[in-house]
């Protein structure tokens, strides 16, 4: 990857898990009473034929992993697990009173915080909880992100018997050093372990989460991760940038110096050593920073067109309608979003009084969810088009004036009436989907909110 390019696109920017992106919801303009009818509307259109998913937010860990941005709630007290399924029972409860039949659930995704924090009895409690007023949808989905340090057998053997097919492993980087900046210390034994038990128990995808661009990492640490990644054959990776966001983020993020970071260029690097040993092994690169064999679902996705992202990130299975339980969670009924209380306080309070915990949101207009169509086209198969009138929008020739500079790099080829991302410009997609971000246009951030592109 040419220095000149990183240089020149190494901007910050979101990532599109969802567009418009969550600092530019427009929250004022937001009711309670426009989620409840964009949820009736969305779960009409879509229980009966592709089902509803749920992502289940489980914030519980027992440490601070100081790269992480997820909302969590660090404590040891395992008293707690029970009053939080009670809570997310009531608010699925609440959900279920609101739609006119019962629903029927295609996709599940337990994330966190760290799931595995949770007693397999009470996650047992937990999924039968939810089914005791709901269906499994034909070809349904469940996953969950389990902790190689915490999960246990017995975890694994509890899920797989709930119907439970997919799970993903945070490794990081197996680097001692790097582990120790980051506070997540844990052998590759602990990982090659719970891999083996996922596999000899019978899940059909185990995915692993590297990260790249940690404090201290270097060349060798890459090469050293993704071997013994080889040697336990996942089934999907995530090669994730790491996000170096400490103005949101807190002291979590400041446990060392930003000169222990690799920035540009030699960031950079790291991701382009990973990839090619990745694509060597017999890894498809699947969208941004995703990697699965051809033996996955993911992979199968891709090639088929059904490759979808949301706040779960990419997803093998597109429902319209994501409904997200628990604390900070954010629902997506296709036409608005809903995000949950962040504290957990706050959220335990709205549901003794027996509401939705929702604290903001955002009602899509007519432009954004074009402009949606064309960010997940480009994030899930690396191209767009507007041949169809619904799919066009009076900016695109401007549009497509932006990204002649881009064209000119090789990183994509435009069209009168689509965009191709080419393999060269794969790992700036987040640069280009922002030439459609017509909200980051119109007002560029005043302060720093986004992670850096490159």
């Known amino acids: ?72 709630r660090i404590t040891k007290n395992h008293t707690l697990e029970n009053p939080y399924i009670d809570a997310v029972l009531k608010e699925w409860s609440l959900y279920c009173a609101i739609l006119d039949e019962k629903p029927s659930i295609k996709e599940i995704h337990l994330g966190g915080g760290t799931p595995t924090f949770f007693s397999p009895q009470n996650l047992e409690h937990l999924i039968n909880g939810i089914f005791s007023t709901a269906v499994k949808a034909n070809d349904y989905e469940f996953s969950f992100e389990g902790h190689p340090n915490n999960t246990t057998h017995e975890h694994l053997r509890k899920l797989y018997d709930l119907g439970f097919r997919r799970v993903s492993f945070g490794v990081q980087d197996y680097s001692p050093k790097v582990q120790k900046a980051i506070h997540r210390e844990q052998p590759f034994h602990n990982v090659a372990k719970v891999s083996f038990w996922a596999k000899e128990i019978g899940y059909t995808s185990i995915g692993h989460d590297i990260i790249f661009g940690l404090p201290f990492q270097n060349i060798d640490d890459v090469i050293d991760t993704i071997e013994k990644t080889k040697s336990l054959q996942p089934d999907r990776l995530a090669f994730y940038s790491y996000a170096h966001v400490p103005w949101i983020k807190g002291n979590g993020q400041r446990g060392f110096k930003d000169e222990d970071i690799p920035k540009d260029k030699e960031k950079r690097q790291l991701y382009q050593v990973g990839k090619e040993l990745l694509l060597k092994n017999g890894y498809h690169e699947i969208g941004m920073d995703h990697f699965a064999l051809k033996t996955d679902s993911l992979y199968d996705a891709f090639e088929t067109g059904k ?8 997803s093998s299975s597109k429902t319209k309608l994501m409904i997200g339980l628990g604390v900070s969670s954010i629902s997506d009924s296709w036409y608005s979003f809903a995000q949950n209380e962040k504290s957990l306080e706050d959220y335990y309070k709205k549901l003794e009084v027996n509401k939705l915990p929702i604290y903001r949101g955002h009602l899509l207009t007519t432009e954004d969810l074009i402009i949606r169509q064309h960010i997940l086209n480009l994030m899930c198969q690396f191209e767009t088009s507007w041949t169809n009138e619904n799919e066009y929008f009076q900016e695109i020739p401007e549009i497509l004036i932006q990204l002649q500079e881009m064209e000119k790099d090789g990183l994509v080829l435009l069209q009168k009436d689509s965009i191709q991302v080419t393999e060269g410009g794969k790992p700036y997609v987040r640069n280009i989907c922002m030439a459609f971000d017509l909200l980051l246009k119109r007002k560029a951030p005043e302060t720093a909110l986004f992670s850096m592109t490159i």
């Open 1 to 72: 990857m040419k220095s000149a390019l990183i240089q020149k696109y190494n901007v910050p920017g979101p990532r599109y898990t969802s567009y418009p992106t969550v600092p530019y919801w427009n929250e004022t303009a937001f009711l309670y009473e426009n989620w409840i009818d964009t949820l009736q509307k969305s779960f009409i259109e879509s229980n009966s034929s592709e089902g509803i998913s749920l992502y289940i937010h489980l914030p519980f860990c027992e440490s601070l992993c100081t790269f992480c941005g997820c909302n969590k």
């Open 307 to 314: 490759l979808h992202r949301n706040f779960m990130g990419y």
